[in-house]
């Protein structure tokens, strides 16, 4: 049954977008093409969900790469074909503030019905016919989508849907995050069933599926299902040997169990900074490809003790993992690459695993030398804000017999007071160097050589905490540098 209510949501909808569809509509009555505007917009019109950037799918019986050349011309947008042999187009076009994204497939059975019968989910099997008059179109829904939509069920339609196309065992996973949804039981079972059938994906369409995932508010969840079917090691096998691996005294969960509450732990630290401006716009800053960068420290909780299990030793009774966060790292830039991720993100999350044990470590000082403090933010650079969330989730995931109040309150403070003295000297901006390569070189007869730049840096560092306050007493520090054994002939 079609509601008024659905009705008139689609007709809003279809006013709202009338420019762009009046083009549109006017080319398919010319042609005298049958066209249906069909799956995740409709599901989203009906769910009050806008876009930024809407994406519109379209279907019609065949033509559609030239259909959409064609209305490419119309409205001056770009047109790119996407899949020769099947029949796909896509045509780009940017109004006002933003880029419509508009796909044009031919049927992929014989006609409407097969073709939305050969879809994933019921949810997207909806369809709206645009060649009657604007806003009178017919909501077609042969598959019960609009019941499963009020019912807030993942269904598939059939039970080849996994054969199909395997990548949709994560879509599954990814649609009931965005949305809040449940997976219905019999498509459970037929997950359970074809699961295995992930590894022969892309790598690509895998990735975009799991950041889906990591960008809703509640992605550990989701995370924690896919591990419950025994689909997130088919992706990261890496965290086959992390479960059921136990830990010290500090700890209360297995490596596994850590990582999971460590997410859980960040996104809700998340929450907690949701009125910061500051670190909210350093969180959905791009990264890569419209990845951001808050769903990238998401990885790197799940992944930050990924190296434990390669660097566990017993020692006198008691587990240790020294060097878990070297290994870690490199173990990330295999996995970063197999995900074809980009170098930056991969970097992003080499420089995370390497470095979340050292807010701990500073925590425990007492009190934080200026020299500790310094070295920090100069090895950490960008990032070390991620690592200062990641460290606050990865503590705060850490409630053994061991862990004491008094060690917790000591790591937020210095994770609180770290986190506000970045931004405050991302605002001032970097000092300018008392002492500069230049004068190195003219007042010691030096050459260009890294010997300048070791001196340089120990410099910066000692400007940093104070401890060089002019020129000439920069100058004089360098000549005890330079003086040094350490420095000769180098």
């Known amino acids: 049954m079609i509601s008024n209510n659905n009705i008139k949501l689609i007709s809003g909808w279809l006013k709202c977008n009338r420019l762009l569809l009046g083009d549109l509509q006017g080319l398919s009555l010319r042609r005298r093409v049958r066209l249906y505007l069909v799956g995740g917009t409709l599901r989203d019109i009906i769910l009050g969900r806008e876009k930024e950037n ?115 065992i994560l879509r599954a996973f990814s649609l009931a995050a965005i949305f809040g949804f449940k997976i219905d039981k019999r498509t459970q079972r037929a997950i359970e069933l074809k699961k295995k059938k992930i590894r022969g994906v892309s790598p690509e369409r895998i990735r975009d599926e799991v950041f889906k995932i990591l960008a809703t508010p509640c992605s550990w969840e989701y995370i924690r299902d896919l591990n419950k079917y025994k689909i997130l090691e088919l992706i990261f096998p890496e965290i086959r040997p992390m479960q059921k691996l136990r830990q010290g005294p500090y ?152 862990t004491t109040p008094q060690s917790r309150r000591k790591h937020e403070r210095l994770i609180h007071n770290f986190i506000k003295f970045y931004f405050l000297e991302q605002k001032a901006g970097k000092p300018s160097r008392i002492i500069n390569g230049d004068d190195l070189i003219k007042n010691f007869k030096l050459s260009p050589s890294p010997l300048v730049g070791k001196v340089l840096k120990e410099l910066e560092e000692l400007q940093a905490i104070g401890k060089i306050k002019s020129k000439k007493e920069g100058l004089s520090r360098a000549s005890k540098i330079l003086g040094q054994g350490a420095y000769k002939n180098k």
């Open 251 to 402: 700890h209360h969960l297995d490596v596994w169990g850590h990582s999971l509450e460590t997410l859980k732990n960040l996104e809700l630290v998340f929450r907690f900074f949701k009125r910061n401006t500051q670190i909210c716009s350093y969180l959905d800053s791009d990264i890569s490809s419209g990845r951001k960068r808050k769903e990238l420290l998401k990885l790197a909780a799940l992944l930050h003790d990924i190296g434990k299990p390669k660097t566990m030793r017993l020692e006198k009774g008691k587990l240790k993992f020294y060097g878990h966060e070297s290994v870690g790292s490199r173990m990330i830039r295999d996995i970063g690459q197999r995900l074809k991720l980009s170098n930056e993100e991969i970097r992003i999350l080499r420089q995370i695993t390497f470095c979340h044990l050292r807010p701990g470590y500073l925590a425990d000082l007492s009190p934080v030398t200026p020299r500790a403090k310094f070295r920090f933010f100069r090895d950490t650079g960008s990032d070390a804000v991620s690592i200062l969330l990641i460290s606050l989730a990865d503590q705060r995931a850490t409630k053994g017999a061991l």
């Open 54 to 168: 809407p994406d519109i799918d379209f279907a019609l019986k065949k033509g559609a790469i030239n259909f959409g050349r064609q209305l490419s011309r119309i409205i001056r947008g770009g047109f790119v074909v996407l899949d020769k042999e099947n029949g796909c187009s896509r045509v780009v076009k940017k109004k006002g503030n933003k880029t419509y994204t508009l796909d044009f497939t031919d049927f992929r059975g014989r006609d409407l019905e097969e073709d939305l019968r050969l879809r994933d989910f019921t949810i997207n099997t909806l369809a709206l016919d645009l060649g009657a008059k604007e806003g009178k179109g017919q909501l077609i829904d042969i598959c019960g989508g609009l019941e499963d939509i009020k019912s807030k069920l993942i269904r598939m339609v059939q039970s080849r849907a996994f054969s199909d196309d395997p990548l949709r």
